[in-house]
């Protein structure tokens, strides 16, 4: 079945700098789209950023629009999120998510478009 493990969450200073990655395994990656939401304790589930498969066309929320850089390597199955000059809003757990095989919409922030979610990393970032 399909796997999908986050890492790199972590403490980080406001205006600092954390990698999230994504390992896939259980699915041809390279044909499903990706996505990162977050939530936050007491909060809605919220979309943060994707990428397609294809064409690897990028989307974000506009609150890390600028800060934030969603990118695939699928010679090695991962999904990475860039994350730059942090806010203490940004502290959350960050899920990674697959829609696919072959996703044609372009819902991309709708979580119901994902099938498959991973167990999420913490990201804090104290000011």
């Known amino acids: 079945q399909v796997q999908l493990v986050e890492s790199g969450g972590g403490l980080v200073q406001a205006g600092g700098s954390l990698r999230l990655s994504c390992a896939a395994s259980?699915?041809?990656?390279?044909?499903?789209?990706m996505g990162w939401f977050r939530q936050a304790p007491g909060k809605e589930r919220e979309f943060v950023a994707a990428?397609?498969?294809?064409?690897?066309?990028?989307y974000y929320a506009d609150s890390v629009k600028g800060r934030f850089t969603i990118s695939r390597d699928n010679a090695k199955n991962l999904l990475y999120l860039e994350m730059n000059n942090l806010r203490p809003e940004d502290t959350s757990s960050y899920f990674c998510?697959?829609?696919?095989?072959?996703?044609?919409?372009?819902?991309?922030?709708?979580?119901?478009?994902?099938?498959?979610w991973g167990q999420g990393t913490q990201v804090t970032v104290s000011s």
């Open positions: 990428i397609t498969w294809g064409l690897r066309r990028t």
């Open positions: 259980g699915l041809t990656f390279s044909t499903y789209s």
């Open positions: 998510a697959a829609a696919g095989p072959l996703y044609r919409g372009n819902d991309y922030s709708n979580s119901q478009r994902y099938g498959s």
